[in-house]
C-alpha cells in the first residue's frame, strides 16, 4: 500500500491523521509539515486522504468494539457542490458509533443502503430508534421482510432519544463548516469516512489501543 512513495510511511500517515482531525486544509497541513523540515505539496495531501482513508476504514470495522443492540438512526445533510447530500448516521444508546453513510439522496433505498451497510459490518439490531421520516421506516421494514431469521427489528420513534446522534452529527458538521467544504461527492465519502474514523478512535471503540489516539490511527493502516 506504502509502496513506491516517494515518502516514507510515517510522514504520509502524520498528514493523513493532521487533516482529518483537526480543523485545517490542505495548505494549512502543508505548511505545519514544512514546519518540520518536509515538503510536500497540498494536492500530493489530498491524493493520500483519498487514498488511505478507505484502506484504514475496512481496517477498522474489523477491530471496533461490538456495539449495543439499541441504535438511534438518523440522518443530516452535508454540502456537496453547492447541494444537500446526506449523511447517514447511526450510534448505539452510549453513544457509540455504529455506522455512517454519504448518500446523494434522502430516500428509502438510500435509508436501505446505510442498513445495509450497518447490519453487515455490526450485526442487526435488537431496536432502532428514528424520527418520523417515512423512507427510514420503510427502509426498515424491508430490511424486516427479507430477514432469514424470525428475529426483526423493533422499531422505535421517541424523539429526545435521537438527541445523542444528533449530537454526535454536530462533532462531524463542526469540521466542515470552518472550511471550504467539498466539491465533489467521492471526495467528500472518503474525507468524511476518515473523520469518523477518527471520531471513533476518540471514543475508544478500537480494540487494542495504543498509547495516542495517532498512534492507534497509523496501527489501522498497518
Known sequence: MFKRHRYPKA???????F???FTLSYRDVEELLEIRGVKVDHSTIQRWVFKFSP??????NKRKNVVGNSW???ETYIKVGGKD?????AVDKQGNTVDFLLTKLRMKGS??????????????PRLINIDKSGANTQAIRIVNQYSLTFKKIRIRR????????EQDHRTIKRRIAITTGFKEFESAQRTLAGIEIVNIIRKNQIVNPRRSWFATFKSLAA
Open 11 to 17: 510522514i504520509i500517515l502524520q498528514a493523513v491523521y
Open 158 to 165: 421517541v424523539k429526545y432519544l435521537n438527541n445523542i446522534v
Open 85 to 89: 447530500r446526506y449523511l447517514y448516521r
Open 72 to 74: 438511534r438512526m438518523d
Open 111 to 124: 435509508a436501505q443502503k446505510f442498513l445495509n451497510k450497518a447490519i453487515s459490518n455490526n450485526g442487526k
Open 55 to 60: 484502506f484504514v476504514e475496512s481496517n477498522m
Open 19 to 21: 487533516k482529518l482531525r
